[in-house]
Every structure is written in C-alpha cells, then in structure tokens.
C-alpha cells in the first residue's frame, strides 16, 4: 500500500506544488489549509507523516503538534518560514521530528521522506529473537512493543528519540559520530541536522534522568559524538 503523506499549509500553490511532488514518488497524498482540519484527518486518515507549515489560520503549528502527540507518534516534518533556531527548538521540543525551514529544497524534502518511511519499513520488520530486549542497567528497552521503561517506570519519547536510542542500543559500546546518527535519523549532515541531534538528546537524556556530569547511560565523546553504555 502505498505510504499517504498529510500536507498542511495555508498556501494553495505550495500545498500544490507538495501534492505533485509527492505523488510523482509513488505516494498518495491528502491536504488541508488549517490546524484543526488537520486533526480531523490525522484522526481519520492515519497518514504515514504529517508535512506541517507553523504559520495557519486557526492554530499555531506548534500547538498543533502538542495537539497530535496527545494521541499520535506520526512523525512530523515541519516546513516554516521561522527560521531561527528558537523556533526550531520549540517545534523540535513539542515533537517534530525534523525541521525545513522555506524556501526549502524539494529534493531534501523527499529524502528526509524516504528516511522516515526506510525507517517505518524497518520498524515494523520481525526482529531477532535476541534483538528483542535490551536491558542496560535499570534501563529497559523493548523493541516489539515500542516501548522504553526506566526504574520500572515507562518512559515516554517521541519518535526520534526512539530511533536515537535504538539506533544507541544496537551499537551499544561503540561510538556513534554526529555525522553517522544524523545521515542515518535525518537524512543529511547539515548544520539544522546537528542542532536536532543536539535538541533530540538533550531531551533523550532528560526523560532518562541523566546528570550530565556524571551520565549513567549516554556518554559524550567531545567532538567526536555519543556511545550509549555496554554492561
């Protein structure tokens, strides 16, 4: 079935100009003008990602991702014309899982697609039996039901998180360079790419209760990039 995608813009042309772009790759496409449509659909249509421009009618972008994480992992790419990087670090906080900021290139835009989809693909593929459970410490990470606990207490992250910690969890012990983990979450090793991993991991280790002095499971290896710990 091919992977439907929810573009979310007050601008028709660009709204149209997406719709062709997507479903010259194979994909279907549905779109809307507003935020609160946009819900509805989310609802409704189960799209495979959600294309998000923050400046609608109705509802801010940002509370419309708040909104979709209240009930919903879809992943979000945003595409807005705020480009400074507190606005990026909002959106990124509030959920997105990547950040374009327009005039975008719509090559870049249906990379970062292909990634997510590479991604959804292999999420959903039967894991090794031994694959299945990594246990870390008190750290709990159970990969054929998606969910992460700490201390007996489930933890909550967004899709990215997720794939950080996998992504940490399958090469655990091993270091993991700030280019290798954003080509392989993002797509690309641009700066905007770097500053999500930044975003990304400074949340991951907040809802792991980690002290950055003395980190129990992600270690920082200055300039070179992060190893999640190997008991």
């Known amino acids: 079935m091919e992977p439907l995608i929810l573009v979310v813009d007050d601008e028709k042309s660009i709204r149209n100009f997406l719709q062709v772009s997507i479903e010259t790759q194979g994909y279907k496409c549905v779109d809307t003008d507003n935020g609160s449509s946009a819900l509805m659909l989310a ?27 209240a009930f919903s992992q879809v992943p979000i790419i945003v595409i807005s014309a705020r480009g400074h990087d507190r606005e990026k670090v909002e ?18 835009l249906l990379a970062r697609i292909r990634v997510i989809l590479r991604h959804n693909s292999l999420n959903e593929a039967p894991a090794e039996a031994e694959d299945l459970i990594y246990k870390i410490k008190n750290l709990v990470i159970d990969t054929d ?11 909550r992250l967004t899709p ?6 996998m992504l940490l969890a399958k090469n655990r012990g091993k270091v993991l360079t700030h280019k290798f983990i954003t080509k392989d979450i993002w797509g690309g090793i641009l700066a905007e790419d770097i500053q999500s991993l930044r975003v990304c991991m ?14 129990k499971y992600i270690i920082t290896e200055i300039g070179v990039g992060y190893r999640l710990v190997d008991e």
Do not use: H, M
Not at 91 to 108: H, I
Not at 148 to 153: A, G, K, M, P, T
Not at 160 to 165: A, F, H, Q, W
């Open 91 to 108: 959106a990124l906080d509030a959920g997105a899982d990547d950040y374009l900021t327009k005039p975008f290139s719509v090559l870049e």
């Open 43 to 69: 609802v409704s249509r189960c799209p495979d990602i959600i294309i998000l421009d923050l400046g609608l009618p109705d509802i801010d972008g940002l509370e419309v991702i708040k909104k979709l994480r």
């Open 202 to 215: 400074g949340n991951l280790r907040r809802k792991l209760g980690e002290d950055p002095s003395q980190p």
């Open 160 to 165: 990215n998180e997720y794939k950080v910690l």
């Open 145 to 155: 039901k998606r969910r992460i606990w700490l201390d007996n207490e489930e933890v």
